[in-house]
């Protein structure tokens, strides 16, 4: 089955403590995402990915780092995470920027 | 700057037609989608217009001004399952993905 995935589905941490949240896609897709979606602001790209070893920052790319080191995995690294971070966080996948984005179930993150 | 502007919510009958604009202002315009999301869920997408004009799926089209830097999206023959949230999305000329903050679709009865 085509899917996005994504773990954990949810997470409790404490400020400072690093994280790691995986996304991986079996689509063989180009271009990946990061959102955060947050009440009443929609969402925002984190950073996107056209390729391997190619990222970029998105519009909210502070406090974030990304890697893509294979195609199909695109992980997103909360260094040193903080409460203004807690967000429902999407990853997503296209086989370009002009095609059908694929979205991960979602990561519901909360930062203490 | 860049943005994308939609009513923040919409109230409908069961069976009738509603539309959804967005306006838009990005540095380069490729095209505009639009994407669905239920309570809890992941969005999904609906349609993509990268030409003016509109584009049908089944009970859902959707209609892009490139001169007007419009689209809207229409629900036909609403049905309560499509109470959800529904964004419009450009993809700007450094390949990013620009969302507007969604609409919210109440549907009554």
């Known amino acids: 089955e085509a899917q996005v995935t994504q773990n954990p589905r949810y997470l409790i941490t404490v400020t400072g403590k690093k994280l790691t949240v995986t996304c991986s896609q079996n689509?063989?897709?180009?271009?990946m995402s990061w959102y955060r979606q947050d009440p009443g602001l929609g969402l925002r790209q984190i950073y996107y990915s056209m390729n391997v070893e190619v990222t970029d920052k998105g519009d909210v790319p502070e406090g974030y780092k990304v890697s893509r080191k294979e195609k199909r995995n695109f992980p997103l690294i909360l260094e040193s995470p903080s409460p203004n971070q807690t967000s429902l966080y999407f990853c997503a996948s296209s086989l370009g920027t002009q095609e059908t984005q694929y979205f991960g179930p979602g990561t519901r993150l909360l930062v203490l | 700057g860049q943005s994308l502007e939609q009513p923040s919510e919409v109230t409908a009958v069961e069976g009738a037609i509603v539309q959804i604009n967005c306006t838009y202002q990005t540095s380069g315009f490729y095209g505009l989608s639009w994407y669905q999301q239920h309570d809890g869920g992941a969005p999904t997408f609906l349609s993509y217009n990268a030409l003016d004009g509109l584009e049908e799926t089944g009970r859902f089209s959707s209609f892009l001004s490139r001169s007007d830097s419009y689209g809207y999206l229409l629900l036909q023959e609403l049905q309560m399952k499509d109470s959800a949230s529904y964004f419009c999305?450009?993809?700007?000329?450094?390949?990013?993905?620009?969302f507007g903050k969604g609409t919210r679709l109440h549907i009554l009865p």
């Open positions: 689509m063989n897709h180009e271009y």
């Open positions: 999305a450009v993809e700007n000329r450094d390949d990013k993905i620009i």
